[in-house]
């Protein structure tokens, strides 16, 4: 990854995108613009390490103003962007029948319109300036049905489809996209998902993020364009690309019958704002 020196992260207050800011700038010596909305946590992230090593800037990904002030910005303090991670995301565990308009119109708005918008600004600048890269933090549920997360599923489903079509239109520009899929991470994502029934509500564990990160900081010198980030990741997008029939069995016979019950069991969902929101 020699040519890879400053980056934007967005979603870098918590989880996956916390780490893998960790990761970029301790382990391969980047220069990053980390965004989200909780600031403080943004300051104590760039407190870790020397002063101009992480730069921050808090906002709503979903305010388009905010977008266009966050790219200004990462073109004004880092000058040259190699590399935008579009890691901000989040759920609503519910089943869609009973979800609210507005956690709909969130999922919408951060997974993917935000995404959209931040790849079409990087997109440009990069080519302008003979290459980088764009890593879509996306999921296994961009190749899979799951109850209970139609939304999301959705968004990552779309996530994947751009970036497979966006990576022909940039072939000889030195302009790669690609996507992370990661299966279940531990992370705020489910608190967040589960928004008021997070305390009752008892789901398996995940991957650690810190696992995750690092296998997806190693393909940045890959050249994937959808990538699984663990074998457990692997094993479900092989299941679902060439067993789709079997996948769909197992999700039917174990997936609705526990995770749907789990929340079913806690009763009505909240809005899954988040702790930001
Ligand atoms: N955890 C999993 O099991 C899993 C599996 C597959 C894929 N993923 C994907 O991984 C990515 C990171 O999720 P995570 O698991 O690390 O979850 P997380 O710990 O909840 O982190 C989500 C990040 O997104 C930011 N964010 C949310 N809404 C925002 C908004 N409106 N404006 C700006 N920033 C916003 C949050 O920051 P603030 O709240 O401070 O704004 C936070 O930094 C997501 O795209 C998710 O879909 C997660």
Redesign the pocket.
């Given at each position: 990854m020699p040519s890879l020196s400053r980056a934007v992260i967005?979603?870098?207050?918590?989880?996956?995108?916390?780490e893998l800011a960790r990761q970029l700038v301790r382990d391969r010596g980047m220069t990053i613009l980390a965004?989200?909305?909780?600031g403080e946590?943004l300051e104590e992230l760039a407190r870790e390490f020397p002063p101009g090593r992480v730069h921050t800037l808090?906002?709503?990904?979903?305010d388009p103003a905010f977008r266009h002030r966050l790219w200004n910005h990462a073109e004004t303090t880092l000058g040259r962007v190699d590399l935008l991670v579009?890691?901000?995301?989040?759920?609503n565990y519910s089943e869609f029948i009973d979800q609210a308009p507005a956690p709909i119109a969130?999922m919408v708005?951060?997974?993917l319109v935000?995404l959209l918008d931040l790849t079409q600004r990087a997109a440009r600048h990069m080519k302008v300036h003979g290459g980088g890269q764009i890593l879509q933090?996306?999921?296994?549920?961009g190749f899979m049905g799951m109850p209970a997360s139609a939304v999301?599923t959705a968004t990552?489903h779309a996530v994947n489809g751009f970036t497979k079509s966006l990576r022909y239109e940039l072939r000889g520009t030195g302009v790669r996209v690609w996507a992370a899929?990661?299966?279940?991470?531990?992370?705020?994502?489910?608190?967040?998902a589960l928004g008021d029934r997070a305390d009752v509500a008892r789901l398996p564990r995940?991957e650690p993020?810190e696992r995750v990160v690092r296998a997806i900081v190693r393909e940045l010198g890959g050249r994937s364009v959808l990538f699984a980030p663990s074998w457990k990741s692997w094993a479900v997008v092989v299941l679902a690309t060439r067993f789709p029939g079997l996948l769909s069995w197992l999700i039917g016979r174990f997936a609705v019958g526990s995770h749907v019950h789990v929340l079913r069991s806690v009763g009505t969902p909240g809005e899954g704002k988040?702790?930001?929101?």
């Open positions: 967005t979603g870098a207050s918590s989880g996956i995108g916390r965004t989200a909305r909780r946590r808090a906002g709503d990904l979903a579009n890691n901000a995301g989040i759920g969130d708005e951060i997974n935000a933090i996306s999921s296994v549920l999301y990552k899929c990661p299966g279940r991470t531990e992370s705020e994502f489910r608190a967040v995940g993020a988040g702790p930001g929101a």
